[in-house]
Every structure is written in C-alpha cells, then in structure tokens.
T-cell receptor, first 112, second 113 residues
Framework: EPEVTQTPSHQVTQMGQEVILRCVPI?????FYWYRQILGQKVEFLVS????????KSEIFDDQFSVERPDGSNFTLKIRSTKLEDSAMYFC??????????FGPGTRLLVL | GENVEQHPSTLSVQEGDSAVIKCTYS??????FPWYKQELGKRPQLIID?????GEKKDQRIAVTLNKTAKHFSLHITETQPEDSAVYFC????????????FGAGTQVVVTP
C-alpha cells in the first residue's frame, strides 16, 4: 500500500538557521498539506498546496515559512529562520480526489 | 473559521467495554469528518470517516455517527482491546477549504486488561 514518506525523521537546529523538511506524497495524489503538532497538543493546519500553488494557509504560516514542489515527487517545507517555538512534529499529508488525507511519519524538529 | 471541540480528554475503559468520544463543530458548511488514531510518536492513522450525507457508518468494532442539525459527531469503539489504547483525534473539513482538516484536541484512550 503506498504511503507518504518524510525525511529526515529528526532534525536538530540552532535558532536562526534555515531548515528544509522533505515529503514524498502518494504518487497519484493532487492535494498536499503540512501540519504541525507541538508535543502533547493537537495537530494544527499550516498550509495546503494544489496545482503548484498555495491554496490556503493558516496564521501560523507566516513569511518565515515557504513550500515548494521542486519536481514531480517531492514536496518541501522551508523555515527560513527558525525560532524556539518552531520545535514540533511536522506532518506532511496528501490526498486524492476523494478527500481522505494520508499522513507521513513526521519530522521531529528541535530548535535550540 | 471552523472550531472543533472534543470530549473527553482522557478515557479509561476496561477491556471488552465500549468507548465513546464526542466532537462538536461550529461551521455548518463542514461536510467531511474523519477520525484518526495516533500511537505514541507515530503518524495519525485514519480509522474511519463520514460525510455529511450519511448519518452513521460502521467498520467492524468502530462506528461513527453524525448529527448535522446539532453539529456533533461521535466515535464508538465496541469490545475494546489493549491495542485500542492511543490518542484519538476527530477532525472536520469543508468543501470550500481545500480539504484543510481542523482537529479536535484529542482523547487519550487507555484500555486496561
């Protein structure tokens, strides 16, 4: 069964550094998402992406964040200058036409 | 925007008993309601979902009910087993939101043998 994959599984970075989180959505899916989950809290929507552009973003997704689909398979989330409060688990998700979203295993980001 | 409330925050049940988790949503335009199970350190896994044109859906020991008028939906797990122990999240999504999921706060379910 196809799955969403994400790399790296863990990332430790210094405050102010840039990080890029990578995702490979399920191959025939058209809609892509990034969510984050601060430890012990609920999953929060960051951004949705369709047809090579952002379709919706949350208040969390400020100018420090960007997303890109650089080729036909990868979907990336970049945080330009990380802050301590960016420490969280970041999940990528994708869906086809039907609406079921499938989540990747997540990248645990720790900002020191 | 959509706001999803979920109760209870923790639920302890004896193996074999039933567990019920309830969610309410605020946006009447929401029309898709999935439930995800998340084990510690793992990804959320879809366990069941329901669309607004259906009132109830069942899959083996798991069922979901939807009351559109009252804007609430519930997850029912029967004959609970220790492997049902996890955090369960409800979510809601509308057609005009590009499928963005708004999650509830989660319910920690503990099934004791």
């Amino acid at each position: 069964e196809p799955e969403v994959t994400q790399t790296p599984s863990h990332q430790v970075t210094q405050m102010g550094q840039e990080v890029i989180l990578r995702c490979v959505p399920i191959s025939n899916h058209l809609y892509f998402y990034w969510y984050r989950q601060i430890l012990g809290q609920k999953v929060e929507f960051l951004v949705s992406f369709y047809n090579n552009e952002i379709s919706e973003k949350s208040e969390i997704f400020d100018d420090q964040f960007s997303v890109e689909r650089p080729d036909g398979s990868n979907f990336t989330l970049k945080i330009r200058s990380t802050k301590l409060e960016d420490s969280a688990m970041y999940f990528c998700a994708s869906r086809g036409v039907r609406g079921t979203q499938y989540f990747g295993p997540g990248t645990r980001l720790l900002v020191l | 925007g959509e706001n999803v409330e979920q109760h209870p925050s923790t639920l302890s049940v004896q193996e074999g008993d039933s567990a019920v988790i309830k969610c309410t949503y605020s946006d009447s335009a929401s029309n898709y309601f999935p439930w995800y199970k998340q084990e510690l350190g793992k990804r959320p896994q879809l366990i069941i979902d329901i669309r607004s044109n259906v009132g109830e859906k069942k899959d083996q020991r798991i069922a979901v009910t939807l009351n559109k008028t009252a804007k609430h939906f519930s997850l029912h797990i029967t004959e609970t087993q220790p492997e049902d122990s996890a955090v369960y999240f409800c979510a809601a999504s509308g057609t005009d939101s590009w499928g963005k999921l708004q999650f509830g706060a989660g319910t920690q379910v503990v099934v004791t043998p």
